[in-house]
């Protein structure tokens, strides 16, 4: 017991001396390479730490041998920028001037939920407030607000009703709307629904709509009575 209460001793005091000198980025900025190293490192130490049959010093020089790794690569990430974008990958702009960039929501494995979501940790709540997102290649997301946005009221969350030409039901009920509703909408703007990738409503009546291959639009419509969330 006393030996296994060493030995684990030992590596984390190594473990801890190798985090420190890879610096603060590591920690706070992971690039998708650091991550793999970080969990390489911690399955490394974990071996000889549980097996006593292994020796110590084989859990210490894998553990720095991957550091070296670590340092040569953000050696190399430093001076060429190929290698930067190949590895370390680099910021993918899904919010523009134009809208939605479907083609970089698919290219990461994104859906409009993952995006909506984001939006709403930034603190915006309707997808016309951003002039631009976009994703960090570290996976950060941030937005940069539109001058002209008009901000809204509380109380009234726009509700994704249209998704990728697909109607999510429960925001439907919740919101006292039916689809008979939305089609009288979508015949006035001259969009089918297939066409149609985003649509939300908020509680005053106010509709983003962006159809595939085009610029989104805002307008406003009269509510029924029974809208009310």
């Known amino acids: 017991m006393g030996l296994i209460f060493l030995r684990t001793a030992v590596i984390f005091v190594a473990l801890l001396v190798v985090m420190r000198l890879m610096g603060k980025r590591q920690i706070g900025e ?112 941030a937005a940069m607000p539109r001058e002209d946005a008009e901000r809204e009221d509380k109380g009234s969350l726009p509700l994704l009703i249209l998704n990728d030409g697909k109607y999510e039901k429960n925001n439907l009920r919740h919101s006292g709307t039916d689809e008979a509703f939305f089609e009288r909408i979508l015949r006035e703007q001259n969009a089918r629904r297939k066409d149609v990738f985003v649509l939300t409503l908020d509680g005053t009546g106010k509709i983003y709509m962006q159809c595939k291959g085009e610029r989104f639009r805002t307008f406003r419509v009269p509510l029924p009575k029974e809208c009310a969330w």
């Open 30 to 141: 992971m690039q998708p390479f650091e991550l793999v190293i970080t969990l390489l490192i911690a399955e490394l130490a974990c071996i000889p730490m549980a097996d006593t049959s292994i020796p110590l010093l084989y859990g210490i020089v894998s553990v720095v041998t991957i550091f070296l790794l670590h340092q040569l690569m953000l050696l190399v990430d430093l001076h060429w920028r190929p290698f930067k974008a190949a590895i370390g990958g680099k910021p993918s702009v899904v919010i523009n001037r134009d809208g939605i960039d479907i083609a970089q929501l698919r290219r990461n494995n994104l859906d409009l939920s993952d995006l909506i979501e984001s939006m709403r940790t930034a603190g915006f709540f309707s997808l016309d407030e951003a002039a631009y997102a976009l994703y960090e290649a570290n996976g950060q997301f």
